[in-house]
Structures are given as structure tokens and as C-alpha cells.
């Protein structure tokens, strides 16, 4: 199966800052990775698929790159309200694993 | 507008079985996958695999098959996700995820699934 790893697996930025959250792929999985948000003590929410389409009523600070292995989910100007923990997700064939999570706190 | 309502929480003993049910609303229930995804306390989601309501196909994770089975009721659009032989390590939130762009889009609120002896 492939394995995915995010980096890093926790993160602590100021409010405004410019926050990049990776994910890497054991093998190719072309552009078939999404992202998730999960805040504190909620459902997760899907905040961009196929790489880099951002799903509808997702703020436009939020922005995915990456294809073949390597990955990029950026905020461009940290938010209180973006507090929470990320995943990756690869979709290209079962299963569809997650990443461990990159947990994004406020310093 | 999308809803996934699951059923309450379960508190079970190793060994048993455990039948989380998800019920959808409004849109084409048949139209669109549904996954399973758990998360046990403080960790990390696992996905466990999706159903297709349209034909009752499955596709399971490898570490599940055997032991997990999902299938769906098409008139009270409902899909059901049953572990069998639980052990402790099955003591996690169980969410139900309709599709959206391929993955879980829109989720459900979540079903605590407690194994305890």
C-alpha cells in the first residue's frame, strides 16, 4: 500500500503568517490528493481536492500544489479560525490512506 | 440540503458486533458513494472503505475485510457499516462520508463505538 507522511506533524504560527503543511507519497499518486480540516472536537471538512481545486466556501487563503509524490496545502495568512489539525487523503486507489495529521496551533 | 444522521453511541464487550447506521437526506441517495472513516481517541482518521448505495458494491481496506461489512437500505436511504469480533483497538469515533469529488464531502456527525469489558 502507499504510505502517506505529512511534515511536520505539529506547527505553531502567528496570526498573518504565511503556513506551508507538506505531504508525501510513497509512490505516484498523480494529483489524486485532498485535504482535510479537522478542527477541535468537529467533523473533519474537505477543503481542496485533485491537488489544488478548492472545494466551494472554502476560504481562498487556503491553496493545495503538488503532483506525482510530493504535496503542499498553504495557508497564506494565518487566521484564529484556522486552528486545527490537517490531513492529507490519497484517492488514486484503495485504500485511500491518510496522512498522521499536521496539528496547527497559534503562537 | 446534505445530511448524514448517524445512530447513537455504542458501548460493547470484546468479541461482539457493533451496526453503526447512517442516514441520508437530502439528495439522490443513490447517486453518490458513501465511505467509512474512524478515528480512535486522539488519533489520526483511517479510512475503512465505501459502499455504492446504487448497486450495494463494497470495496473495503485490507485490514477491515473479513470483519467489517457495509451495506445499505435503499428505501429508508440508510447505509450501515457492521464490525464483527471486536477488540479494543476498535474503540473510535465512526463517521459515514458521502462523496464528493471521489472523497468524503459532506459527513456525518459521528458514532462512538466503545469495546470494554
Known amino acids: 500500500d502507499i504510505q502517506m507522511t505529512q511534515s511536520p506533524s505539529s506547527l505553531s504560527a502567528s496570526v498573518g503568517d504565511r503556513v506551508t503543511i507538506t505531504c508525501r507519497a510513497s509512490?505516484?499518486?498523480?494529483?489524486?490528493l485532498a485535504w482535510f480540516q479537522q478542527k477541535p472536537g468537529k467533523v473533519p471538512k474537505l477543503l481542496i481536492y485533485a491537488a489544488s481545486t478548492l472545494q466551494s466556501g472554502v476560504p481562498s487563503r487556503f491553496s493545495g500544489r503538488g503532483s506525482g509524490t510530493d504535496f503542499t496545502l498553504t495557508i497564506s495568512s494565518l487566521q484564529p479560525e484556522d486552528v486545527a489539525t490537517y490531513y492529507c487523503?490519497?484517492?488514486?486507489?484503495?485504500?485511500?490512506?491518510f496522512g498522521q495529521g499536521t496539528k496547527l496551533e497559534i503562537k | 440540503q446534505v445530511q448524514l444522521v448517524q445512530s447513537g453511541a455504542e458501548v460493547k464487550k470484546p468479541g461482539a458486533s457493533v451496526k453503526v447506521s447512517c442516514k441520508a437526506s437530502g439528495y439522490v441517495f443513490t447517486a453518490y458513494f458513501m465511505h467509512w472513516v474512524r478515528q480512535a481517541p486522539g488519533q489520526g482518521l483511517e479510512w475503512m472503505g465505501w459502499i455504492n448505495p446504487n448497486s450495494g458494491g463494497t470495496n473495503y481496506a485490507q485490514k477491515f475485510q473479513g470483519r467489517v461489512t457495509m451495506t445499505r437500505d435503499t428505501s429508508i436511504s440508510t447505509v450501515y457499516m457492521e464490525i464483527s469480533r471486536l477488540r479494543s483497538d476498535d474503540t473510535a469515533v465512526y463517521y459515514c462520508?458521502?462523496?464528493?469529488?471521489?472523497?468524503?464531502?459532506?459527513w456525518g456527525q459521528g458514532t462512538l463505538v466503545a469495546v470494554s469489558s
Open positions: 487523503q490519497k484517492y488514486n486507489s484503495v485504500p485511500y490512506t
Open positions: 509512490q505516484g499518486i498523480t494529483n489524486y
Open positions: 462520508g458521502r462523496e464528493e469529488e471521489v472523497v468524503p464531502g459532506y
